[in-house]
């Protein structure tokens, strides 16, 4: 049976922030056949620090690079998520990705009707499909979620997490390859990619 991915973008684009890639994932991604190009569009860091929000005081300096992947068995890489996106994406048949369909609505073949096409996905543009199975990954707000268990209400935590990529020289100083700051209820990540 092959696979299908329906994609609500009208295409791939460079979106998105930084991504850290741990020796674990790094192994997963050699069994796909893209650690080298992604090893050769990542940045390996030396050794990851924690700091103190206000003082910059050092309380843990973390062994990467060479350590990491001679214990691990694989590197830990950190790199823009279009690389990884890129890579995983090169990787999928042509015509396996079918853009600009956002999923507005599922029927799901009650117990009984399970032949193939159990599964009607319907459409924005008024177009629909049927599918034997369904893995929905549409994000907060998923039609798929919502019609398998309910609609959910959004639980504001206070939370918030920001992203950003900018070029380290902006900066005027060195940076640390990873560096995580701690201050009271809240932490700052940074890692150059």
Not at 22 to 47: K, Q
Not at 52 to 73: I, S
Not at 139 to 148: D, E, N, P, Q, T
Request: charged fraction near 25%; hydrophobic fraction near 40%.
């Amino acid at each position: 049976m092959a696979a299908v991915i329906y994609e609500q973008a009208p295409g791939f684009a460079r979106v998105g922030a930084a991504i850290q890639l741990t020796p674990n994932a790094v192994r997963v991604l050699r069994g796909l056949g893209i650690e080298g190009h992604l090893r050769a569009r990542s940045f390996l860091p030396e050794i990851g620090y924690n700091r103190v929000w206000d003082t910059g005081e050092v309380t843990f300096l973390h062994p990467m690079g060479r350590e990491t992947e001679e214990r691990y068995g694989a590197p830990d890489l950190s790199m823009h998520r279009a690389e990884l996106h890129g890579a995983l994406a090169a990787l999928v048949p042509d015509g396996s990705i079918q853009f600009g369909h956002i999923v507005t609505g599922i029927e799901i073949a009650q117990d009984g009707d399970r032949a193939p096409g159990g599964v009607r996905l319907e459409f924005a543009d008024g177009t629909h499909v049927k599918v034997d199975a369904v893995v929905g990954a549409d994000g907060i707000h998923s039609v798929i979620r919502a019609a398998m268990i309910g609609a959910e209400d959004l639980r504001i935590t206070g939370q918030v997490a920001y992203r950003a990529v900018y070029q380290c020289d902006r900066l005027g100083r060195e940076i640390d390859d990873r560096v995580k700051w701690w201050g009271p209820d809240r932490h700052i990540v940074s890692y150059k990619i």
